[in-house]
């Protein structure tokens, strides 16, 4: 029986969109618990997964098989691997954003606030930025931008005056320090909602997550075969306006632009108009899958 961490997001949904053929080669760019890469390599034959993840944690996952190719890499750089494998294009890619359950669940990484643990927040564990130092050394207006941007945070004015007041009496470095300084800002009603906003927006900044993003998408567009498919999970609003954007446009403005007859001008068609989500049952049974958005589009 698999693991919680090894529980895939929307698989059947997934699996069907990726339109995967048996000598395909794919590119799972969030390997994660391995679940997804496991349901893409029953649908393979003679094909190459080549599966992304920057975390030392998911290459503990990797299982053998000598169809998978693991690169324990940021996906931002999945244009320069796949040409280490001498690949210059691929059938399929897909990504399943944002952090994984195990991570939420493991105190020390400091990815959520349900548990005392060290501020940290980095998915590469070799990075050297991480959450505290975000927190102890940005400015007042950068962190106004952080939790602005990344946070969509109203009163975040108020919340950086109670983190520099905080500060300047002892450096901030574990979760339950900033959750009781959040905590005084936030509305009563929405209480773990305004908290998650507070850790979502230090660990985009943390890990770079837009950029990153954008850099991914750019490149799985390049890296695509014509009628290749690209199917990416999300999870909040910032990643899936940019992935609905290039996907719609094939810029992250959304700005449409049209040819002389008046077609619409972008690399992909999409495949499923409305954006998929899961049914009752599975976000019963996976609790993760309950702001999950889909989205297949096919390479023109």
């Not at 002892?170 to 959750?179: A, E, M, V, Y």
Request: hydrophobic fraction near 40%; charge should be neutral; glycine fraction near 6%.
């Amino acid at each position: 029986m698999l693991q919680h961490y090894h529980i895939p997001v929307l698989p059947e949904q997934s699996i069907s969109g990726l339109n995967i053929r048996p000598g395909d080669d794919v590119v799972d760019a969030t390997f994660g618990g391995g679940g997804h890469s496991r349901l893409i390599l029953q649908a393979l034959r003679t094909g190459r997964l080549f599966a992304f993840d920057q975390d030392e944690d998911a290459a503990g996952n990797v299982f053998k098989d000598k169809r998978l190719f693991f690169i324990r890499h940021n996906f931002r750089y999945l244009k320069n691997f796949l040409r280490f494998y001498e690949v210059e294009s691929v059938d399929s890619v897909f990504a399943d954003l944002g952090v994984s359950s195990h991570d939420f669940d493991i105190p020390e990484r400091g990815f959520s606030f349900r548990f005392e643990g060290e501020l940290d927040m980095r998915m590469n564990q070799d990075a050297t930025k991480n959450a505290a130092l975000v927190v102890n050394e940005y400015s007042e207006e950068q962190l106004l931008s952080v939790f602005r941007l990344y946070g969509e945070i109203k009163n975040a004015p108020r919340l950086v005056a109670g983190i520099v007041k905080e500060r300047n009496l002892g450096k901030i470095t574990t979760t339950t320090q900033l959750k009781e300084v959040a905590v005084k800002c936030a509305p009563k009603a929405t209480e773990n909602k305004y908290l998650a906003q507070v850790f979502q927006a230090l660990r985009i900044e943390v890990n770079d997550e837009m950029d990153a993003l954008k850099e991914f998408l750019v490149a799985s567009l390049d890296v695509l075969r014509k009628g290749g498919r690209l199917v990416v999970i999300t999870y909040h609003s910032l990643e899936d306006r940019l992935c609905k954007n290039f996907i719609k446009a094939g810029n992250f403005e959304g700005k449409v632009e049209k040819d002389f007859y008046g077609n619409v001008s972008s690399p992909f068609r999409m495949v499923n108009r409305k954006v998929i989500t899961p049914d009752e049952k599975e976000m019963e049974s996976n609790t993760r899958s309950r702001s999950a958005k889909l989205r297949i589009a096919e390479k023109i």
